[in-house]
C-alpha cells in the first residue's frame, strides 16, 4: 500500500475505532453511576453485548487475515484461523456468569486479542501507528470492561 493511502486509512481507522471506544465508555459510566439499579443493570447488559460484539469482530479480522495475509506460513495461518473464533465463543460463555464475571471474562478476551494482534503485526509488518491505535482502543475497552465488572460487583447485579 502506498503511504499516502495508508495515511488516510490510518484517519479513518482512528476515527471509526475511538468513535468506537465511546460506547464502552458511556456503558461502563451509566452502569457505575446511574441512581436505578434496573437502568444499571440494563447498561451491564448492554456492556456486555457490545463487548460480544466488538470480540466478535476482532475474531473475523484474525480470520481475514489468516485467509489473506502472503506473509503467514502454514501453521500460522492455521493457528491464527482456530483462534479467530474464540473470541466470539469465550464472549458467548461471557453470558453464562453473572454480570462480574462476565465483563471480567470480556477484559481478558480483549487482552488476549490484543496480544495475538500485536505479535500478528510484526510478521505482517504493520505499521507503528497500527499497534498504538490497537493498545489504545483495547486499553480503553479492557478500563471500561473492568469498571464494568467493578459496577456489577459492588452493587451485586
Excluded: K
Excluded at 503511504?3 to 479513518?12: D, G, K, V
Excluded at 504493520?126 to 460487583?153: D, F, K, N, Q, T
Amino acid at each position: 500500500m502506498r503511504e499516502s493511502s495508508w495515511y488516510e486509512l490510518l484517519r479513518h481507522l482512528r476515527l471509526l475505532g475511538y468513535g468506537g471506544l465511546i460506547p464502552f465508555f458511556l456503558l461502563a459510566l451509566g452502569a457505575w453511576l446511574l441512581p436505578e439499579p434496573s437502568h444499571r443493570t440494563l447498561c451491564l447488559m448492554m456492556l456486555r453485548v457490545y463487548g460480544l460484539s466488538i470480540m466478535s469482530f476482532i475474531g473475523a479480522i484474525s480470520w481475514g487475515i489468516a485467509m489473506t495475509a502472503p506473509q503467514l506460513n502454514g501453521v500460522e495461518r492455521r493457528q491464527l484461523v482456530f483462534w479467530s473464533v474464540v473470541p466470539s465463543l469465550l464472549g458467548c460463555a461471557s453470558f453464562l456468569m453473572p454480570s462480574t464475571g462476565g465483563c471480567l471474562t470480556l477484559a481478558v478476551v480483549a487482552a488476549l486479542a490484543l496480544g495475538v494482534d500485536l505479535r500478528q503485526s510484526f510478521v505482517l509488518e504493520l505499521p507503528v501507528e497500527w499497534r498504538v491505535l490497537r493498545m489504545h482502543l483495547s486499553l480503553g475497552a479492557i478500563a471500561c470492561l473492568l469498571l464494568g465488572a467493578y459496577a456489577a460487583s459492588s452493587s451485586s447485579v
